[in-house]
């Protein structure tokens, strides 16, 4: 997949802002698979460093996490959100081309990031940092296509020529078991799940969407007011003015280096 590094520009703050954390649970299991030979994780994608400061949160601290995003504007809020933990470290390199030695990170991890990048590329790189018994790991939240956000997502796949293909693109957000089980020179693939929820406003929920460079598209498209007005009127027709349960799947892919 070609490498856009602007993507995200000037969604950075509201991305920081709206996007989900993941849940302290994937957390806890990921940093009880790392092995002791290596202290240095690395997340790629790092966006903003929702992922990034989940694993400085779990890791032990004698741990370096090194957030690597090529996005100027993601990494601009990735270092200030950041800048209180003093094992950290902001990386500018793409996901294909990381410039870290060869057998450095116990870790190599992308959260909701792997679909911008080239597979083969990144499962090449991946191997090349991690140690023996290193771990790869992927993970995704998701929104459960249920009630309004079922219909919502229609809407934007709609108007999205991205998502045009949404069984493409849904492969791509996570690959599955078996494409991680074919990947040479990894072995022990798990798949973990955890299912949370939050109670969410219609506004609440917007400002989620347009965090999404997808969503972002079709508001160019067709214009801010009207996809807010369809999106108002999707939700108040499922929900009326009222507060709603917004249930979320967190999935953790993992694989263990050869």
Known sequence: ?????????????????YRRPYPRALFRDLAGMVPASAHCAVDVGAGT?????????????????????????MRRVLTRRLQRWPNV??????????????????????????HWFEPGAFFA??????????????????R???GAVAEIDAFVREHSEVLRDMT??????????????????????????????????????????LTRATVMEVVRGIGLRAF???????????????????RWDATLLTARRG
């Open 228 to 246: 807010r007005d369809r999106f108002e009127t999707i939700c108040a027709a499922h929900h009326g003015l009222d507060p709603f349960e917004l």
């Open 144 to 146: 459960r296509p249920e």
């Open 89 to 114: 470290q902001a990386n500018p390199s793409v996901a294909e081309a990381i410039h870290l030695p060869d057998r450095s990170a116990g870790l190599v991890s992308a959260f909701t990031a792997v």
């Open 1 to 17: 997949m070609e490498t856009d590094t602007t993507r995200f520009d000037g969604l950075a703050e509201a991305y920081d802002a």
């Open 168 to 209: 493409r693109w849904e492969k791509a957000k996570m690959p599955l078991q078996a494409q991680v089980e074919a990947v040479e020179g990894f072995h022990d693939v798990q798949l973990r799940s955890y299912a949370w929820s939050e109670r969410v406003s219609m506004g609440d929920l917007l400002d989620l969407y």
């Open 49 to 73: 460093g929702i992922s990034t400061e989940g694993l400085l949160q779990h890791l032990p601290g004698s741990w370096m996490v090194i957030g690597v995003e090529p996005g100027d504007d």
């Open 125 to 142: 790189e991946a191997r090349r940092l991690l140690v023996p018994g290193g771990i790869l790991a992927l993970g995704r939240n998701r």
